[in-house]
Structure formats: C-alpha cells, structure tokens
C-alpha cells in the first residue's frame, strides 16, 4: 500500500507526457495540412487568373478564369456548401462535422457579419493580389503578419515585449524587401499587386486578433446564454454573410467583363480549377480555425510565417518561377528572422496580455466568446 501512491504518480506522469506528445503530434498534422492545403489554394488560383506562357512561346495564353473578385465569392459559397454538406448525418453518418445546424441570434449574427466584413475585404485583396503579381512575391509580403501581430498589441493594448523580440523583426522585414525586389513602381501590375497584398496582411492580422475572442472560452458561462456555436457554425453563417457582402462587388467589378464578347470561355478545365480551388479553400479554413483555437494570436503568427515560407518556395516550384539571387537571400532572412522570433519567445513567458486582451466589443451583448464558440477539443480548420 505505501507504495501505492508513488506507483499512481509516476502513471499520471507518464499519461500527461504522451497528452502532450499527442497534442504536439495533432498540431504539427494540423500545420502540414493546413500548409498544404493553403499552396494549392494559392497556386490554383493563380492558374485560374493569370495569363500562362506555354513551354518555348513568348505569348502568353488567356486567363482561364480572370475575375478575382467573382473567384473569392465562389471560395466562399464552396465553404457555404461543404459546412452544410458536413451537417448532414444521412450522407457522412458518425462523421459528421456538426450533429446539427443550430440557429442564431441577432447578437451573434451581428457579431459573426463583423468578422464577415474582415473576410471578404482580406481575401478579395489576396485574390487581387495573386492575380497581379507572382503567388511567392504575395505570400512573402503576407510574412509580415507577426510584425503587424506584435506592433498590434504593442499600440493597442499597451503589451510589453522584449527587445529580442523586436530585434527578431528586423531580418524579417529586410527579407521581405530583398524577396520583392524584383518588383518595379512602374509596373500597374507590381504596384497594385503589392498594395494588395499588404492591405490583405493588415486585414487579416486585424480579423486573427478579433476572431481568438470567436474561439476562447470565457470563465464564465450564463446559464441562459443562447447555445454556442462551432467553428463548423462559425463558418457556415460567416461564409453566408460573406457571400451576401461579395455579390454587389461582384456585379460593380466582374459583371460586365464577364458578357463582353471578348471574355474566355469558361470550359471543363476551368470548372476542374474551380471546383478545386474551392475544396482546398474549404479545408484551409477549417485547418486555420483549428489551429488559431490551440495557440495565441502570436504563436498563430508564427505558425502562420512557417506557411508563407513553405506556400513561397512549392510556388516558385509549380510555376518554375526564376529566382534571383537577393530574392533568395529575402527568403533566407525571412528563415533567420522567423529562429530569432521564436527563440526570443521561448525564452521570455509570453505577455498574458496578449492573450487576454481582445478588441472593444458591443456592451449590449453577451461577450463574444460566451455566445459563440468554446475552445475546441484537441481531436477534432482558410
């Protein structure tokens, strides 16, 4: 009996070292899903937009689909479907996504339109973005997301970091700069493509800060708080708000090219890419939402940095894109830039300001984070 105590220790320790290892394992799979899933996001809708020059001509071939903004609200009614299609148990059975769709109020449907607004001003200047200049270029502009995160909170909230910190930033913007040197103020093309991308960073940043509240659980709960929602649920109306929000964009911008005499034909090649590009977009959302519900805005920044990274060198890859010498230099920066970060945020406890604080919301509602979503569980994601 003595004995017995030190036995059940030693057994609860071990049990939490493998929870660890197991939740350790289901975010590093989490991530390379979700790093995959946002390359071919990226690089489909570059082949959708973008006008390709085949093997040994120096004409390039129309667009196969060349409206940006008509693409993000397909990504968007693609996400609609597939988190509706996930609800339903007679097609999926015991793998369904949610039991069942559960309803909203007006304060949670006022606050998911507010995160609406985010999405579709973030990924309809992405979309425009990926259309103007090389997808590589886009997603090393967007690598200045924990830049933004950090002096986010620094201005905002008043939040302290260490000077490592700030000091890690620094390789990391001098990466960027190399990476788009390639880049020419002359070019209508390079400018609005880097305007684009950078407003898309800013954006997102701005809507990863507001949705952590979407995601984390308050201390407490009332009892006669309306019933939370998902991230399944989060998505499903979100995507419907986006969707309304996108079509007169959709009308003012892509509607009269679209019945020009001169616009492509939309074939069997471009419904493959875009039926495609919507799966993937689907499955990148949802990886993203997960990861963002296990880790800080900051850490999610960091996650978010290793993707660039890796969606930047599959592109230059899928499209055989030339590099030059300084732009790989940038992308090696953005590497060193990214191991100082982290070390320099391991070494220090992270500010629990950051995670506490949250954007101002409405006082005449339930907090956000008791109407709509807890925290998911580690088994279960732009």
Aim: charged share 15%; aromatic share 10%; net charge positive.
């Amino acid at each position: 009996m003595p004995s017995a105590r030190p036995q059940e220790g030693r057994t609860g320790v071990q049990f939490d070292a493998r929870q660890r290892a197991s939740s350790l394992a289901l975010l590093l799979l989490l991530c390379v899903l979700w790093y995959t899933s946002s390359a071919l996001t990226s690089n489909t809708s570059k082949d959708l937009l973008s006008r390709r020059r085949a093997p040994g001509q120096e004409v390039r071939a129309p667009a196969v689909f060349p409206y940006p903004v008509t693409l993000t609200l397909v990504q968007f009614v693609f996400v609609h479907l597939y988190c509706y299609l996930g609800t339903r148990r007679a097609l999926l059975g015991e793998w369904v996504l949610a039991k069942r769709l559960v309803r909203v109020t007006w304060p949670q449907l006022r606050d998911i339109l507010q995160i609406s607004v985010f999405n579709v001003v973030g990924h309809a200047l992405g979309t425009l973005a990926v259309s103007r200049v090389e997808v590589s270029l886009v997603h090393t502009i967007k690598a200045l997301s924990p830049l933004f995160t950090v002096l986010s909170y620094a201005v905002l909230f008043r939040v302290s970091y260490s000077s490592r910190t700030y000091i890690a930033l620094v390789p990391l913007m001098l990466g960027v700069i190399l990476a788009c040197s390639s880049l020419s103020k002359s070019r209508r093309d390079d400018v609005v493509g880097f305007i684009a991308a950078l407003g898309s960073t800013l954006i997102i940043v701005a809507q990863n800060i507001y949705s952590k509240k979407l995601l984390k659980p308050a201390d407490t709960v009332s009892t006669s708080a309306p019933e939370k929602l998902d991230k399944v649920h989060i998505l499903f109306y979100s995507s419907a708000c986006s969707v309304v929000l996108m079509l007169p964009m959709c009308l003012y911008y892509d509607a009269r090219p679209m019945i020009s005499p001169t616009a492509p034909t939309v074939g069997l090649h471009a419904l493959y890419l875009l039926f495609l590009n919507g799966t993937v977009h689907f499955a990148q959302n949802m990886l993203a939402l997960q990861v963002l519900a296990h880790v800080s805005p900051v850490t999610y920044s960091i996650a978010n940095l290793f993707k660039r990274v890796f969606v930047i060198l599959v592109a230059i890859a899928w499209f055989g894109q030339s590099v030059t010498a300084p732009q790989w230099l940038g992308i090696v920066l953005t590497f060193v830039g990214l191991y100082l970060y982290n070390s320099a945020k391991n070494d220090a406890p992270p500010p629990r300001d950051a995670e506490a604080e949250s954007l101002p919301m409405h006082m005449r509602s339930p907090p956000l984070s008791t109407t709509l979503a807890p925290r998911p569980p580690p088994i279960e994601n732009t």
